[in-house]
């Protein structure tokens, strides 16, 4: 049974926002001097900070380069674009806060439990930050950061749910042939296919694609999205007019 006392008492960030971002240096403009590490730590945390206190539309280059006291090329010898300071804002969030290190430390639940868990909590903070989530969806856009997203749900989302399925084999709340296929499959597709901000359909579509997905992850093991679960995400998508 979900504990609902955990479910107020923490926003976690995003499962499908946990983002890594490498920056190329190539084309660099900055002066002879480079920034140091604490600078790339600054313009993030100072980006973070802003986006919180004034929404995420609301912020662009040059206010965060003013108030951190630094250069626009200190800023791109980091960060390409706008787009990639926000994937990597959205990735600093998740580690933050990683639901599935909150979860872990739940006692009395099963892998099972513990991993509807982990999908309710983390379409409630989607719900609860829409503006970070549409801000990612025009991120991706651009497909390199699109194939770099993917790439992280395979490596970083994934590698975590896979830990899970293993649990839950071993204490007998699950049975998963392939565990690190099965958990590729769900943060891949819970990550960017069933996402209702990324991939905005009719309503009825996606109720559709939500019955469609709770099939396949029954037929590899994974019977967490039952016809109560469905009912509340599909409440919840309607009740904030996603679609």
Same mark, same amino acid.
């Given at each position: 049974?979900?504990?609902?006392? *955990?479910?107020?008492?923490?926003?976690?960030?995003?499962?499908?926002?946990?983002?890594?971002?490498?920056?190329?240096?190539?084309?660099?403009?900055?002066?002879?001097?480079?920034?140091?590490?604490?600078?790339?730590?600054?313009?993030?945390?100072?980006?973070?900070?802003?986006?919180?206190?004034?929404?995420?539309? +609301?912020?662009?280059?040059?206010?965060?380069?003013?108030?951190?006291?630094?250069?626009?090329?200190?800023?791109?010898?980091?960060?390409?674009?706008?787009?990639? *300071?926000?994937?990597?804002?959205?990735?600093?969030?998740?580690?933050?806060?990683?639901?599935?290190?909150?979860?872990?430390?739940?006692?009395?639940?099963?892998?099972?439990?513990?991993?509807?868990?982990?999908?309710?909590?983390?379409?409630?903070?989607?719900?609860? +930050?829409?503006?970070?989530?549409?801000?990612?969806?025009?991120?991706?856009?651009?497909?390199?950061?699109?194939?770099?997203?993917?790439?992280?749900?395979?490596?970083?989302?994934?590698?975590?749910?896979?830990?899970?399925?293993?649990?839950? +084999?071993?204490?007998?709340?699950?049975?998963?042939?392939?565990?690190?296929?099965? /958990?590729?499959?769900? /943060?891949?597709?819970?990550?960017?296919?069933?996402?209702?901000?990324?991939?905005?359909?009719?309503?009825?579509?996606?109720?559709?694609?939500?019955?469609?997905?709770?099939?396949?992850?029954?037929?590899?093991?994974?019977?967490?999205?039952?016809?109560?679960?469905?009912?509340?995400?599909?409440?919840?998508?309607?009740?904030?007019?996603?679609?």
């Amino acid at each position: 049974m979900l504990k609902k006392s *955990l479910l107020t008492k923490h926003k976690v960030s995003c499962i499908i926002r946990c983002i890594h971002v490498y920056v190329s240096n190539e084309g660099d403009d900055m002066p002879r001097h480079d920034p140091s590490e604490k600078t790339k730590s600054e313009i993030l945390s100072t980006a973070v900070r802003l986006f919180r206190e004034r929404g995420w539309e +609301n912020v662009n280059i040059e206010d965060v380069v003013k108030e951190v006291g630094v250069t626009r090329g200190a800023f791109y010898h980091y960060f390409k674009s706008r787009e990639e *300071l926000i994937l990597a804002a959205t990735d600093q969030i998740f580690f933050e806060n990683n639901p599935f290190t909150i979860v872990a430390k739940e006692t009395g639940l099963n892998a099972f439990e513990k991993l509807r868990l982990i999908f309710q909590l983390n379409l409630e903070t989607n719900l609860s +930050n829409l503006g970070m989530v549409r801000e990612v969806q025009k991120a991706l856009d651009n497909p390199v950061l699109f194939k770099s997203e993917a790439f992280s749900q395979v490596n970083t989302v994934a590698p975590y749910i896979e830990k899970l399925l293993i649990e839950g +084999n071993a204490d007998g709340s699950l049975s998963v042939r392939y565990p690190k296929q099965a /958990a590729q499959t769900l /943060a891949l597709l819970s990550g960017i296919w069933l996402n209702p901000v990324l991939f905005r359909v009719p309503f009825r579509e996606f109720a559709d694609k939500l019955s469609f997905f709770a099939q396949l992850m029954e037929g590899l093991g994974l019977p967490f999205l039952n016809d109560e679960m469905r009912g509340w995400i599909l409440k919840h998508v309607e009740q904030h007019e996603i679609l």
